[in-house]
């Protein structure tokens, strides 16, 4: 399987570890910013409405702790995310010709332009 073809359930483990971590600090970066739209045109607002409660009640954690218990706790639902948002990956889990920033810039770009 070519690289352009790798989802995130293709990636071996340490590879899916690194595409999580580069996710789960994107999304709470987001979140404390009250800036997730994006991620709510998808059909995963279940997730991310668990995610968030959790994020809510755990508000006062450092922020390197917080990404790393909520990646521990919720980490099948950013995975159901990852697979519904279903971009490419390179073999070593960072996202393909892309960033996560870069992803969510695009991503507002087409909205503001009706696409």
Not at 85 to 105: E, V
Request: aromatic share 14%; net charge negative; glycine share 2%.
């Amino acid at each position: 399987m070519s690289d352009s073809e790798l989802t995130i359930t293709d990636l071996d483990e340490s590879a899916q570890e690194t595409a999580l971590m580069d996710f789960v600090k994107f999304y709470v970066q987001h979140y404390k910013q009250n800036n997730l739209e994006i991620l709510s045109q998808y059909k995963v607002d279940y997730a991310m409405n668990d995610i968030n409660q959790y994020l809510f009640e755990n508000r006062y954690f450092a922020p390197e702790q917080l990404v790393e218990a909520v990646l521990k706790t919720k980490r099948e639902l950013f995975l159901t995310i990852l697979k519904t948002l279903k971009l490419p990956y390179n073999a070593n889990g960072a996202l393909k010709d892309n960033t996560w920033d870069g992803w969510y810039r695009q991503s507002f770009a087409k909205i503001q332009q009706g696409i």
